[in-house]
């Protein structure tokens, strides 16, 4: 991790806090003006769209987003409409994960659940067209001199598709009540998590001109921040209660499924995350102190408690 020296200049001149607030109105701005507007016909479809990414939502990745393109010299604004593209998926996801062929959960976010409001049909098709929106959104991406549009949608597609995000959902899924080894709990995490998050740091490389060194190293920091957000995610699961955390406490292991406190324990699985996210701090050397916020967002995600 960076030194004490390293972290109090950063701190002189930086606030996390300043920054992910003045980042989700940016966001939140951005996903009103992408999204279809509630009145507009088909009227429930839309409503269920809006209703799931208002919601609430730290909106990690799309702040990710703007933060790797400003380590990267770029105009954050740029990155806005990338980091709308990935919300839309990671919302998407959520719906179909929440729904009663795969986790079914009652709460997301503090509030019911898409198709507990609007019924599994719509909650289907509201995931399915964010999915779509997220490509359409990528395609109208401004193009770099590196990067065209079809760069922003192979890297969305490959992210979301049968061997990243969508392959860590079957693994999840048909892991639940087996034995699962550390190795497939890695491969479920790198894929239902990791992948994402990645993809979020890439794009915002991406839409700032990154140079392939730069992409390099945050493909590095997205996977083992990633992974890190992960395990602390596991390891709240077990420790917070529904309130705190915004959806059922306690689901993972009510059905059985396999997370890092319940193979290697609550202690080893905080030392896990806290070598993740050192690693992920390394990741960041070639930007010479210019990540700041990107360094700043690993350790809030290493302390957060929901």
Request: hydrophobic share 35%; proline share 4%; glycine share 8%.
């Given at each position: 991790m960076p030194d004490s020296s390293?972290?109090?200049?950063?701190?002189?001149?930086?606030?996390?806090?300043?920054y992910i607030?003045?980042?989700?109105?940016?966001?939140?701005?951005?996903?009103?003006?992408?999204?279809?507007?509630?009145?507009?016909?088909?009227?429930?479809?839309?409503?269920?769209?809006?209703?799931?990414?208002?919601?609430?939502?730290?909106?990690?990745?799309?702040?990710?987003?703007?933060?790797?393109?400003?380590?990267?010299g770029g105009n954050?604004?740029?990155?806005?409409?990338?980091?709308?593209?990935?919300?839309?998926?990671?919302?998407?996801?959520?719906?179909?994960?929440?729904?009663?062929?795969?986790?079914?959960?009652?709460?997301?976010r503090g509030n019911k659940t898409n198709h507990i409001v609007y019924g599994e049909g719509i909650a289907v098709l509201a995931g399915d067209a964010l999915l779509t929106?997220?490509?359409?959104?990528?395609?109208?991406?401004?193009?770099?001199?590196r990067y065209k549009q079809n760069d922003f949608v192979?890297?969305?597609?490959?992210?979301?598709?049968?061997a990243q995000l969508i392959a860590g959902q079957v693994a999840d899924l048909e892991g639940e009540g087996k034995p699962v080894s550390r190795a497939q709990l890695?491969?479920?995490?790198?894929?239902?998590?990791?992948?994402?998050?990645?993809?979020?740091?890439?794009?915002?490389g991406m839409s700032a001109n990154c140079t392939p060194r730069q992409l390099e190293a945050l493909t590095d920091f997205g996977y083992h921040v990633g992974l890190a957000f992960q395990v602390i995610?596991?390891?709240?699961?077990?420790?917070q209660s529904s309130e705190q955390l915004g959806k059922t406490a306690g689901k993972d292991e009510a059905v059985q499924k396999a997370t890092y406190p319940s193979i290697v324990g609550l202690e080893k699985?905080?030392?896990?995350?806290?070598?993740?996210?050192?690693?992920?701090?390394?990741?960041?050397?070639?930007?010479?102190?210019?990540?700041?916020?990107l360094e700043a967002l690993a350790d809030y995600l290493l302390k957060r408690d929901h």
């Amino acid at each position: 991790m960076p030194d004490s020296s390293h972290k109090r200049a950063n701190q002189n001149t930086f606030s996390l806090k300043r920054y992910i607030d003045q980042s989700m109105r940016q966001v939140d701005a951005a996903l009103n003006r992408h999204l279809p507007k509630a009145s507009a016909k088909p009227k429930t479809l839309h409503e269920s769209m809006r209703y799931s990414v208002f919601a609430g939502g730290k909106r990690l990745r799309p702040i990710l987003c703007k933060a790797a393109a400003e380590a990267c010299g770029g105009n954050p604004k740029n990155s806005l409409i990338l980091g709308s593209a990935v919300e839309c998926i990671h919302t998407y996801s959520l719906i179909h994960d929440d729904l009663p062929a795969l986790d079914n959960d009652d709460y997301r976010r503090g509030n019911k659940t898409n198709h507990i409001v609007y019924g599994e049909g719509i909650a289907v098709l509201a995931g399915d067209a964010l999915l779509t929106l997220a490509f359409e959104l990528a395609n109208e991406a401004k193009p770099t001199k590196r990067y065209k549009q079809n760069d922003f949608v192979g890297e969305l597609a490959k992210t979301a598709g049968h061997a990243q995000l969508i392959a860590g959902q079957v693994a999840d899924l048909e892991g639940e009540g087996k034995p699962v080894s550390r190795a497939q709990l890695r491969y479920i995490h790198e894929r239902k998590t990791s992948a994402l998050l990645t993809c979020s740091v890439k794009l915002g490389g991406m839409s700032a001109n990154c140079t392939p060194r730069q992409l390099e190293a945050l493909t590095d920091f997205g996977y083992h921040v990633g992974l890190a957000f992960q395990v602390i995610d596991d390891i709240l699961d077990v420790t917070q209660s529904s309130e705190q955390l915004g959806k059922t406490a306690g689901k993972d292991e009510a059905v059985q499924k396999a997370t890092y406190p319940s193979i290697v324990g609550l202690e080893k699985s905080r030392k896990i995350a806290a070598e993740l996210t050192t690693k992920a701090y390394q990741a960041l050397k070639p930007f010479r102190g210019r990540a700041v916020a990107l360094e700043a967002l690993a350790d809030y995600l290493l302390k957060r408690d929901h």
